[in-house]
């Protein structure tokens, strides 16, 4: 019974993780993407590790539960890194509410050499 369970548990996890693929292709622009795609990609990989949890070998769960740990800790900064090296690049939000509240970024008056595509960076921002 606990394998076909744990059968059942790896296609959904698959399939959670297959319809997560839809968000990056069906989304405006790149934070909206970023976000399904860190969403599914991370729900799919937890029901993947209950999956495997099923099997009850203790070296197996321990390192499952460790890769989960570390997923948990670890995707939301990565999602948070990429959108904010995005949003300091310039990338525009598509989105039809999208609403920049964050008013940091402004676009800079061009520099001698015609470069007024440039943006100032907020002070830090190296």
Not at 18 to 31: F, N, Q, S
Not at 59 to 80: D, K, N, Q, S, Y
Request: glycine share 12%; proline share 9%.
């Amino acid at each position: 019974m606990a394998a076909w369970l744990a059968d059942l548990l790896v296609l959904a996890g698959v399939g959670v993780m297959t319809v997560g693929v839809v968000g990056p292709l069906r989304m405006p622009d790149v934070y909206t993407k970023l976000h399904a795609a860190s969403k599914a990609v991370f729900r799919g990989v937890c029901v993947l590790a209950v999956a495997s949890f099923a099997s009850g070998d203790p070296a197996i769960v321990g390192r499952v539960a460790l890769i989960t740990v570390l997923l948990l800790l670890t995707m939301p900064v990565a999602a948070h890194v990429i959108g904010q090296a995005a949003y300091r690049t310039g990338e525009p939000m598509r989105s039809p509410a999208a609403i920049d509240e964050t008013g940091v970024l402004r676009p800079a008056p061009p520099n001698a050499e015609g470069d007024g595509d440039r943006r100032e960076r907020p002070p830090g921002a190296g």
